[in-house]
């Protein structure tokens, strides 16, 4: 087991995008870093190589984190090799883009289970240890249409504003433990999930942009990587939004 000086993160649904990003930025300010990915096995393990590559330590852990033996799973894999987790990034997400009434519920719950239910279960699993050692980061990767919602992606939408009620209770409920706990809410950041948007549909969603550009994964890494350092010590319970004045 090897434990790093600057401690280990675990950063859920990091085989690409914002995922990938904080994975990088923690592994170069010298954390040891938890990649996971819940399908693509390729993409997750290439990512270990790339990030392998530039000196970072890091393992890789297939892991469903929608299934709760899945995320009991994988915290036993880190456990064998970094010991315990300092910070907890939890980043994995689903788009679903459709009329709500065109939904069946099997579609709706697993968005919920992806986007929501991942976060309890790893949140749920790491705590233990963290109140035990009364200290401990958790950072929730929020979306602003958890806050002002999004025509035709209802599901994912509430998804988002129960990570954003989550993050609050339980910065409240963890505070006397010494564990703080934030949420990222990004604006439109230029990732694959926003593929499935024409030119003509990013071009409308430049205009109600203040600074007319897309967000970058690498700036939600610098954010999330601020929150977990002693730099922000008195910032807990708060949902920063990164949207570039949308």
Known sequence: MIKSKKGTV????????????????FGKKGYAVVLNGSKDKKALEQTKVELSKKGIDCIAVLADV??????KMMLSEVKK???TIDV???NAGMAHIGLFSDMTPKQWKRILS???????????LVLPDMIHRHQGNIINISSIWGQK?????????????????FTKAMAKE?????????????????????????????????????????GKAEEVAQLALFLAEDTSSFITGQIIVMDGGM
């Open 174 to 214: 963890l505070g006397p433990s010494g564990i703080r706990v934030n949420a990222i809410s990004c604006g439109v950041i230029d990732t694959e999930m926003n593929d499935c948007f024409t030119k003509e549909e990013k071009e409308m969603l430049l205009e109600e942009i203040s600074l007319m550009r897309l």
């Open 149 to 165: 919602g999004a025509s035709c992606e209802a599901v994912y939408s509430a998804a988002k504003g129960g990570i954003d009620s």
């Open 10 to 25: 675990l950063v859920t649904g990091s085989s690409r995008g914002i995922g990938k990003a904080i994975a990088e930025a």
């Open 88 to 90: 907890l990034i939890n």
């Open 81 to 83: 090799a970094f010991g």
């Open 114 to 124: 992806v986007n929501l239910e991942s976060v309890f279960h790893c949140t749920h």
């Open 66 to 71: 929608s299934d709760y033996q899945n995320c």
